[in-house]
């Protein structure tokens, strides 16, 4: 019995000491993965303007981009842990889209500041970057899938408050683009049924299929280099790999407490980026790419030269920074879309759209009944609610975007097809009741294509 007890002490003694140890020791080593509270009080202004232009996105191949700050990515933001963005967006949407921020870097809330802004507004909010790292920023305007796949994305850098070690630094975005098949005036668009099936016509780094191909990225042999990768997405992984050698370092989402060593590939998830150290030693060219190839032929590949006559890297990087040379060189001044006109593809320059009256007037019963509606992603249907009598309706159906749209009624097996830039014609027997129209391209529908027919009984004579 006493032996039992005495046992019994020791054990549980044991347990408290080696337990203690355990704790305070985890206690003591707990690594600072990020800054508390109000940050430094550091204040940097970042303001950035949405709109939409045209970019070339592979040789030859211009398209139709939503941007922040008139690129397909956005400008590269660097910041230090700590430091308040004070940020402002203004939308000077030529669509008449509306458009709106989310920061993965910040913690603010969403029904507040993650808000669609519409076209010509402004909205501000300041926000304290507490973790530091690598991190995607995006329009979140649903369908979100449609914002992102047409260039409303960037990254921000979050470099930690314990400087790292001097490197030369380089930030890459990875994004995929679906393309129509066919350009509209030379231009291609967004084509929402590929973003959908996930069929991407070029997957890059910082906005063009093979950009550093022929003008590749540079270092010195044995020289630290230091890659921030984000993956704007919205949907393809990017599997970063360097042929011919290894990452010394990977730290997921960019964080330097999460080291990871020797490493060869590293996944990083749309929406996710992650920080890769690696010295080369010998002078050669050390293709970047991801590692899933039915995407490296898309334009995922990038050339790393090291060359002993590199010239030397920069002592520090830009705050606002233009992501084609890879955040190497300033932009000037506040992000804005002052520069060159914006081009809307199928769209004569000046063109205004006319706001139509959202309720057609009803149309006498006994003869056909013609309905002119214009279908748009940016004004959806025009009347948005159409009012007939039984019996035969004529839909004048037109487009004036440079994508196709339908009109399509399943309560009365309506189906009627526009293609881009085009009018159409469809005639049905209207039963009496209230239907639902929208447009069945993915996406559409979502964006705002939809509508309400309402068809009123025959009066009797
Ligand atoms: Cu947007
Ligand atoms: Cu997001």
Redesign the pocket.
């Known amino acids: 019995m006493g032996k039992k007890l005495f046992t019994l002490a020791v054990v549980v003694l044991v347990v408290l000491i080696v337990g203690g140890m355990i704790w305070s020791s985890t206690k003591g080593a707990a690594p600072e993965f990020r800054t508390e509270g109000d940050g430094t009080g550091n204040v940097v202004k970042v303001d950035l303007d949405a709109f939409e232009t045209v970019q070339e996105i592979a040789d030859g191949v211009k398209y139709n981009v939503w941007t922040f700050g008139g690129t397909a990515p956005g400008p590269v933001i660097r910041v230090k842990e700590g430091d308040t963005i004070h940020f402002t967006l203004t939308n000077k949407s030529t669509l008449g889209l509306s458009h709106s921020i ?1 920061f ?1 870097a910040a913690q603010t809330p969403w029904d507040k500041n993650y808000q669609p802004v519409a076209p010509g507004e402004t909205a501000s909010f300041d926000w304290v970057a507490r973790f530091p790292g690598a991190f ?1 920023y ?1 329009c ?1 305007v649903p369908p979100v899938l449609q914002h992102i796949s047409n260039g409303m994305y960037g990254a921000i850098i979050v470099e930690p408050k314990d400087a790292l070690p001097a490197a030369r630094e380089y930030v890459l975005t990875a994004s995929e683009f679906y393309a129509t098949d066919k350009p509209v005036n030379g231009v291609f668009q967004g084509d929402p049924a590929k973003m959908a099936a996930v069929t991407p016509t070029y997957v890059v780094f910082n906005g063009e299929a093979n950009r550093y191909m022929a003008t590749p990225l540079v270092a010195k042999p044995d020289e630290l280099i230091r890659l921030w990768v984000v993956d704007a997405g919205p949907t393809i992984e990017t599997d970063f790999h360097v042929i011919g050698a290894l990452f010394d370092h990977v730290y997921p989402d960019g964080n330097p407490t999460n080291q990871l060593n020797g490493m060869q590939t590293y996944a990083i998830p749309p ?1 996710g980026g992650a920080m890769f150290e690696l010295r080369i030693p010998d002078e050669g060219s050390y293709p970047f790419v991801t590692h899933a190839f039915a995407y490296t032929g898309l334009g995922s590949v990038g050339i790393l030269k090291i060359d002993a006559n590199a010239a030397a890297a920069p002592d520090s990087y830009p705050t606002i920074a233009d992501p084609f040379d890879g955040g190497l060189a300033p932009v000037d001044g506040t992000i804005s879309g002052d520069g060159p006109e914006p081009v809307i593809p199928g769209m004569p320059a000046g063109h205004e759209m006319t706001p139509s009256p959202t309720t057609s007037s009803p149309v006498p019963a006994g003869q056909t009944q013609e309905v002119d509606v214009t279908a748009s992603i940016a004004n959806g249907f025009s009347p948005a609610t159409i009012k007939v009598s039984e019996g035969p309706v004529q839909i004048n159906l037109t487009n004036p975007e440079a994508m196709a749209h339908d009109l399509t009624i399943d309560g009365l097996g309506v189906k009627i097809s526009v293609g881009a830039n085009a009018s159409a014609t469809g005639t049905f027997d209207a039963k009496p009741g209230t239907y639902e129209f929208y447009c069945s391209i993915p996406g559409h529908k979502e964006a705002g294509m939809v509508g309400k027919l309402i068809v009123s009984p025959a009066m009797a004579h």
Do not use: L, R
């Open positions: 989310d993965h995607m995006h979140g929406g």
